[in-house]
């Protein structure tokens, strides 16, 4: 093992709910852009960004 993380073979589907390992947090996926995953909380409120191996699906 090196260490690094991997890239997942696809991105979240839009609107689905995921969890932010970095963060800890879970989010409803709004976008991806430029190689970031926007998420929002599940209750609203502001929207973050994370890294696409920094997603789990839920």
Known sequence: MSGERQRPEKEPEIGSVVRDTVRDLTGRVMDHQVGWVWLRPE??????????????AL
């Open 43 to 56: 209750g609203g409120g502001r929207e973050w960004c994370v890294l696409p191996e920094d997603v789990e």
